[in-house]
């Protein structure tokens, strides 16, 4: 029997605080309990059990925290959850740290019963004995003291770090005529006060500046305020987190960051995950030259300057401006081919067709949220009839909101321990254009498929453990599942699907928009590969290092020359949480196109195929190896072949 509940969200700070304590002195107590049991009665169920349990009562309530802090229109709810997230992380460590409940799992892990386990609990006793080494146990006392202040300070540290990043906010008011290029309904969208348009460093604003904006002095000032952000506070910031890591990694005796995070990733090691990067450049460079080429010719021709170059503002719109001329693609009337609402019922009558699933929305104030956008959908199986869970969708920008998007837990999946098995609750958030009619560009409808397939990834979790739920992965294959969604955006007859009827795409329209994206996936491969050697280098063992000059350095070596009065890693949000992992994104799309692959040679919306997907990729969360996972979808072993073919190279 299945157990699906909607979350209850704090609505004060004092609310927020409330269930934050009372979270910590619960857990206090079940530490206590589990600390102080006799050896002779030790269990599954009441050592790694308990810790479960333990782990998936936090879970339910600090996610919903963490949540508040990202979303919450109200800035005293997003300045009282990043503290209280703040205190409750510092708990973390040191229950993580208890000597008491390290002894009993230690000596459980020698008794008769820990011999037998199988599986998810087999798998569950090996990674934490792992996850007690990496904590430093195998320390001197000293020594281990030392590690978790430092686990502390850098929990702080990143939290603040993400935290001023979201809270950053920039501005430029320009003439109608600046905005030269831009159709009338993203200027009428635009606030505007005396004949000016305000536009902000929000994604909704900036994107299509950068794409169709002809005044390069104003896309040149936004990249300069855009790759400022947040300066002043994490300038400095950063280098102190990566300072730590690297004490982390050493105290643990680890070579470096890098060398202990990929322990615990399908990489396994840097090495491997240099060879991945550079097999990758070496293929790409030469397409990429090709088509920075192409774009450097229609500056110069634009322009009329023969020594003109291609800048980082430059990027996008020339990039646009040549598939708008050799394929007759415009990426600003292609929009009117994506309004939000229909292109999100297409996706979800699309995924129901495919997972065998039914979504049902709730209607309005039948349930809490944190903002009137927010909608509530319930997921079940079509064909049993079984509950299995709910989302949430926040799609729209707004001061304080999380500028990117992205899909957050709240309620993991998990067998509870009266035989029930808890139904998962995620939530999707976006920052789409919020004019009415919310107008796409195709890039966001990737967007869109691709957090959808965080959410299926979350929802339809079997795992036992909340240690194995849903997007509890290994981090380089978390994006797999999602990016694999994104394929489904390029194929005429899916589109057909998810656009209006009287605005449907021609298929030999969609030929030159694909045709259109293999050319141009070279540079997007070497942007994606310099933020992935910037993540490693700046990881990698050495003396101290300046955040910001090395990534200057590597994406203007890697890809186009960044402008030096810039501070980008100040705004580079994956520092947290992807550490190290920046590389996972190009991993994962190997691993997406090769698992697509099957659905070419079969049919895009082959059930048969939809359902071993659901089940062995889905399903399992970490409940196996992820490597496992992969292979029992495919059937054999991962290749690159589909891949460097869908950008038109032959296999490495």
């Known amino acids: 029997m299945n157990i699906l509940e909607i979350p209850t969200f704090e609505k004060n700070p004092e609310a927020i605080w409330n269930s934050v304590r ?14 102080t049991q006799s050896d002779s009665s030790l269990t599954f169920s009441s050592t790694l059990g308990a810790l479960d349990d333990l782990s998936f009562d936090e879970t339910v309530v600090i996610n919903r925290i963490h949540l508040l802090q990202n979303v919450s ?3 005293a709810i997003r300045k009282t959850a990043q503290e209280a997230y703040n205190e409750y992380q510092n708990w973390a460590i040191e229950r993580a740290y208890d000597p008491h409940v390290y002894a009993k799992v230690m000596t459980y892990s020698k008794t008769p019963e820990a011999a037998k386990l199988i599986g998810e609990q087999k798998k569950y006793l090996e990674e934490t004995l792992r996850d007690y080494r990496r904590l430093g146990f195998e320390l001197a006392a000293d020594k281990k003291e030392s590690l978790k202040e430092l686990q502390k300070k850098l929990s702080q540290l990143e939290t603040d770090f993400s935290q001023f990043i979201n809270d950053y906010e920039d501005e430029v008011w320009v003439t109608k005529e600046d905005l030269d290029g831009l159709d009338e309904d993203f200027i009428r969208g635009l606030r505007s006060e005396n004949g000016k348009y305000r536009v902000t460093l929000q994604y909704p604003d900036y994107l299509p500046i950068m ?31 990566i300072s730590l890591r690297d004490q982390i990694a050493r105290t643990l005796g680890y070579k470096a960051w890098n060398h202990y995070v990929l322990e615990e990733r399908m990489a396994k090691t840097p090495e ?14 030469p ?8 774009l450097r010719r229609l500056k110069r021709e634009e322009t009329g300057d023969p020594q003109a170059e291609i800048q980082l503002w430059d990027y996008g719109y020339f990039a646009s401006k040549s598939k708008k001329l050799k394929f007759q693609i415009d990426a600003q009337k292609l929009k009117e081919h994506f309004p939000l609402q229909t292109v999100l019922a297409g996706m979800l009558k699309l995924v129901e067709k495919l997972f065998s699933l039914k979504f049902t929305e709730l209607p309005k104030g039948t349930y809490e949220t944190w903002h009137e956008d927010a909608r509530l959908i319930r997921v079940d199986d079509a064909k049993s009839g079984e509950g299995l869970g709910y989302f949430y969708m926040d799609l729209f920008p707004r001061s304080g909101k999380y500028g990117h ?16 098995y808890q139904r998962p609750v995620c939530a999707m958030v976006c920052n789409f254009p919020s004019q009415s009619p919310s ?17 299926l990834h979350g929802i339809l979790t079997r795992a036992q453990f909340n240690r194995f739920s849903g997007t509890s992965v290994a981090w380089d294959f978390v994006e797999a599942p999602s990016q694999i969604m994104e394929n489904w955006c390029w194929d005429p007859k899916i589109l057909e699907m998810i656009t209006p009827s009287d605005k449907k795409i021609p298929h030999e329209m969609v030929d030159r928009m694909n045709e259109a994206k293999k050319a141009g996936m070279g540079l997007f491969y070497l942007r994606q590969l310099s933020f992935a050697k910037t993540d490693l280098a700046l990881h990698d063992a050495g003396d101290q290092k ?71 990729i889905f399903e399992p969360g970490s409940s196996r190896d992820e490597n496992v996972s992969l292979e029992k979808f495919l059937g054999r072993p991962l290749s690159q072949e589909a891949f460097f073919k869908d950008l038109g190279l032959e296999a490495a």
């Open 439 to 455: 107008l796409l560009a195709h890039g966001e409808v990737e967007t869109l498929f691709h957090e959808f397939g965080h959410i």
């Open 287 to 294: 397409k990429a030259q090709i088509e920075l080429n192409e």
């Open 546 to 616: 300046d955040a910001d000059s090395l990534m200057k350095r590597i994406v203007s070596e890697t890809f186009l020359p960044h402008p030096e009065e810039t501070s980008p890693a100040a705004g580079f949000g994956h520092m947290v949480g992807y550490a190290s992992g920046y590389y996972g994104y190009s991993w994962a799309d190997v691993m997406a196109a090769d698992m697509f692959s099957l659905f070419k040679n079969v049919g895009l919306l082959d059930e048969k195929t939809g359902l071993r997907l659901r089940q062995e």
């Open 73 to 75: 229109p109200d800035e």
């Open 405 to 420: 998007a992205a899909a957050f837990g709240l309620t993991p999946g998990k067998l509870l321990t009266n035989g029930k």
């Open 22 to 35: 009372t979270l910590i002195a619960r857990g206090k107590e079940i530490v206590a309990k589990i600390g």
């Open 272 to 285: 491997r995950v240099n060879a991945f990067l550079t097999n990758f450049e070496a293929k790409l460079k």
């Open 211 to 241: 794409e169709f904006c002809k005044n390069e002095a104003l896309r040149k000032t936004l990249v300069l305020k855009k790759l400022n952000t947040a300066t002043k506070t994490n300038k400095t910031l950063i280098n102190e987190m």
